[in-house]
C-alpha cells in the first residue's frame, strides 16, 4: 500500500471514531513511522510502504482510535519554537501556555541576569522556551513528580540549557531556596466534580495531579501564590495560567499576598487564560 492510500484509510477511521483532528494525526502518525516530514509525504505519496512500516502505521493509527494523545504516541510535542520529549507522567504543553512565554519576554526584554522559578515544570516546556530565548538568564524548576523532573532535564540537556538550569523534586509548600525576580505557573486549576467532564484524551491519559485543582479548582493557585509571596524579590512579576472562570477568585488571592494586578490576558479562543502580577 502506498502513503497516500494508508494515510486516506486511516481517516476514515478516526473521523468515524469522531477524533477532531484526523487529518494531522493521520500525517503526524506517518511521519513517526517513515521518520520523513510532512512536505515528503506530500511530495511522494504514491511511494509503497514496506510492510513493517504498514504494520507499524496500523498500530499507532488503532491506538490514536482509542483516544491516546497522539503527543504520547509519538513522544514529543511543539511548542513555542522547539521540540520537548513528553511522556505520560507530564501534561501535554498546549498552546496557550505559550502566553506566559510570551509575557515574560516582553517583560524582560531590556532585562539581564534574571533569576525565573517555574513552580511545577512538567515537560520544562515554559520555562526552557523562556531560557532558550535569554542567554544569561537563570532558571529553577520544581516539581512533586520525580519522572517530570527526569524528563525536564532530559530537555535541558538535548536544549543545551542544562549548565543554566536547577531542577529539583519539591512540593511547594516546602520550597524554601533562593529569591526569583520572575516566578512562572500553570497549576492544576479544574475543578475536582469538573474533571469528568474533560475530553477523553485528557481524562484518560494525562496526569491527573497535574490538572486536580481541588474541589473549588484554585487551592493549587492558592499555594503557589502563598509560596510566591515569600520567594520572589520586591517587584518581582508572578505569572500564572487560570481557568477561564477564575479571574476575580485569583485577583482575591492575589491582593490579600501583596501582589498588585498588572493585566489580565484573554487566549485565541477569548477566554481569560493568564493573569501577570508584581509584588509590592
Request: glycine share 4%.
Amino acid at each position: 500500500m502506498n502513503i497516500e492510500s494508508a494515510i486516506n484509510q486511516a481517516r476514515e477511521l478516526l473521523r468515524n471514531k469522531n477524533i477532531k483532528s484526523f487529518n494531522s494525526d493521520c500525517e503526524i502518525l506517518m511521519c513517526e513511522v517513515i521518520q520523513k516530514d510532512r512536505k515528503y509525504i506530500i511530495l511522494n505519496s504514491h511511494h509503497i510502504l514496506s510492510k513493517k512500516s504498514f504494520d507499524q502505521y496500523k498500530t499507532l493509527v488503532n491506538k490514536r482510535l482509542t483516544n491516546i494523545p497522539i503527543a504520547y504516541l509519538v513522544g514529543k510535542k511543539s511548542f513555542w519554537k522547539y521540540e520537548f520529549k513528553v511522556t505520560t507522567d507530564v501534561l501535554i504543553p498546549r498552546p496557550e501556555s505559550e502566553l506566559i512565554v510570551e509575557q515574560v519576554l516582553n517583560l524582560s526584554k531590556y532585562k539581564s541576569k534574571l533569576q525565573i522559578l517555574e513552580i511545577g515544570v512538567g515537560s520544562g516546556c515554559l520555562l526552557l522556551s523562556i531560557l532558550k530565548e535569554k542567554k544569561d538568564f537563570y532558571g529553577t524548576g520544581i516539581d512533586i513528580s520525580q519522572k517530570s523532573v527526569k524528563l525536564s532535564s532530559e530537555n535541558s540537556f538535548k536544549l543545551n540549557l542544562n549548565n543554566r538550569l536547577k531542577l529539583m523534586k519539591s512540593d511547594v509548600d516546602n520550597f524554601q531556596n533562593g529569591k526569583y525576580d520572575i516566578i512562572i505557573s500553570n497549576p492544576p486549576y479544574i475543578k475536582k466534580l469538573d474533571l469528568k467532564n474533560l475530553e477523553k484524551d485528557v481524562i484518560n491519559f494525562e496526569p491527573k495531579q497535574a490538572l486536580n485543582g481541588g474541589i473549588d479548582g484554585v487551592s493549587e493557585i492558592r499555594k503557589v501564590v502563598v509560596k510566591s509571596s515569600e520567594l520572589i524579590k520586591k517587584n518581582g512579576k508572578l505569572i500564572l495560567e487560570i481557568a477561564f472562570d477564575q479571574k476575580e477568585e485569583v485577583k482575591r488571592i492575589l491582593i490579600k499576598k501583596g501582589f498588585y494586578i498588572n493585566k489580565i490576558l484573554k487566549d485565541l479562543a477569548k477566554n481569560d487564560r493568564c493573569i501577570i502580577s508584581t509584588k509590592t
